[in-house]
């Protein structure tokens, strides 16, 4: 037995003699102090989205997506992992909503699946495609949960990956048409509306030379930028189609993957440096999107392999949003520099400390310096953080999951986002990814990010320390 394996037996047995798991419903009742509270209208929510939870993949008329078609293939996914019943929310969203309620969760936000809607990406709508997400409005509705709304959570319609997916821009028009359609069937249920979930994990990592996600495609640069630039127009278009065709008022905006920065330490040349890199980092997507233009320094560093648009496609890309989803797990440390572009990304050393994925390095301070910085660059008027939470390796021990490592996490990112509104930062709400264990795309069920544990044998949900935290956290709406 190793070291580490040591520590982990010793752990387990003194939760064992320790915990009294009984008093845990009683803490939540325990007082936030009035020095870290929240603004009293403070959105309080959890996220999900389609294929990660539904399962269901063959009911209803359903097509395919291009995450069925990729889960399939040997080896893509860790042990081979697929998301054909997932969470079976599709059947037991009743039960799952009721979780939220447990909670206090006051806003739900989830995905629909575009190939339920239309099963091919365009042409004649499936007659069923809106029936489940119109059951599960109506019980968030009694539940007194508000929906928030994602049209495209990486689940392409398959038929529209055969003709090119994201790198043919009429995949962008397609988009726009059936955000247009779900908007006028739904506005009057549904008033907060996400076009497109991280633009950059399904471009890059879907089309990218390093792809690892579906539709696992490695593009050249030239076209890598133009199908992120068909990306963004998608998103604007789709924009427009909401509007166009809601018949209620809605509210618009997206969730991005924004990069993040922060000041290495915090002086006035290093934060200035981190202002810088913000803006710099994001030039892709967030910073076409916020200022209808792509960078000089952008366009120049690629050079023939820029993207092509029109004046016109700027235009929509930048169409006016009412919020600004942000995901944020973690950020870079900047400093100043003496160079170009006025800073540098601090390398991480080896014993950088990250949660259960390689790819997560703790960085609570994410959580006040990119809505920070996103006010200072782009003058944002309203930031939702539309995913935040962590993977950890937790184990079922007696019935409980005692995950103090996400407890820990969540403590600390949400410390942050407290000191972030209390200087009047536009922090309107925080969506914590996850509400359940799910399907983690090509981590497949190796990687556990909910607040519910989920025996994917049984189906059953088991909540953990961490949703009491969080269910102690809104009730307070504070931090103890
Ligand atoms: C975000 C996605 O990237 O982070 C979620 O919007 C995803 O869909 C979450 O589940 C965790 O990422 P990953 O790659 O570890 O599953």
Not at 273 to 289: F, G, L, S, T
Not at 297 to 317: M, Q, V, W
Not at 345 to 351: D, Y
Not at 414 to 420: A, G, I, V, Y
Request: proline letters at 5%; hydrophobic letters at 40%; charged letters at 20%.
């Amino acid at each position: 037995m190793n070291r580490r394996n040591f520590l982990r037996t010793s752990g387990a047995l003194a939760v064992a003699a320790t915990a009294t798991p009984s008093s845990l419903a009683a803490s939540t009742k325990s007082v936030a102090s009035a020095g870290r509270s929240f603004p009293r209208d403070f959105i309080w929510g959890s996220a999900t989205a389609a294929y990660q939870v539904e399962g269901a993949v063959h009911e209803d008329g359903r097509g395919l997506s291009i995450w069925d078609t990729f889960s399939h293939l040997p080896g893509r996914v860790a042990n081979n992992d697929t998301g054909d019943v997932a969470d079976d929310h599709y059947h037991r969203y009743k039960e799952d909503v009721a979780l939220m309620k447990r909670i206090g969760i006051k806003a739900y936000r989830f995905s629909i699946a575009w190939p339920r809607v239309f099963p091919v990406g365009t042409g004649a709508p499936n007659p069923k495609g809106l029936d489940f997400y119109e059951r599960l409005l109506d019980e968030l509705q009694t539940a007194g949960i508000e929906p928030y709304c994602t049209l495209f959570h990486w689940d392409l319609p398959q038929a529209l990956q055969d003709k090119g997916g994201w790198t043919n821009r009429t995949t962008a028009n397609a988009f726009a048409d059936y955000s247009g359609f779900v908007a006028a069937r739904l506005s009057d249920r549904i008033h907060n509306w996400m076009t497109v979930n991280e633009i950059g994990s399904y471009i890059d990592s879907g089309y990218g030379p390093t792809s690892n996600k579906a539709p696992n495609m490695k593009l050249g640069r030239a076209e890598l930028m133009q199908t992120r630039h068909y990306a963004v127009l998608a998103h604007g278009l789709a924009v427009q189609s909401i509007r166009a065709a809601a018949k209620h008022p809605v509210r618009i905006g997206l969730a991005h993957d924004l990069k993040g920065a922060m000041p290495a330490i915090e002086t006035h040349e290093h934060i200035v440096a981190a202002e810088k890199a913000m803006r710099a980092m994001n030039a892709p997507y967030a910073a076409v999107i916020l200022e209808g233009r792509y960078s000089d320094a952008y366009l120049a560093a690629l050079g023939a392999d820029a993207p092509r648009f029109t004046a016109e496609e700027l235009k929509t890309i930048s169409s006016p949003i009412d919020f600004f989803g942000a995901n944020v797990y973690t950020t870079t440390s900047v400093m100043a520099a003496d160079n170009e572009a006025g800073y540098l990304e601090v390398p991480r050393p080896a014993s950088y400390p990250r949660m259960n994925s390689p790819w997560l390095y703790v960085a609570p301070e994410a959580l006040y310096w990119t809505p920070r910085l996103m006010a200072k660059v782009w003058n944002v008027k309203e930031i939702l953080i539309t995913e935040n939470g962590c993977s950890c390796n937790d184990t079922l021990h007696e019935g409980k999951v005692l995950d103090t490592d996400r407890v820990m996490f969540l403590r600390q990112y949400l410390t942050q986002l407290q000191r972030c509104v209390s200087e009047n930062v536009p922090v309107k709400g925080y969506f914590l990814w996850s509400l359940l264990d799910n399907y983690e795309w090509t981590d497949g069920y190796s990687k556990r990010f909910g607040i519910h544990y989920v025996d994917f044998e049984t189906q059953k949900r088991t909540p953990k320390l961490s949703a009491d935290f969080y269910r102690m956290v809104i009730a307070q709406n504070g931090l103890a």
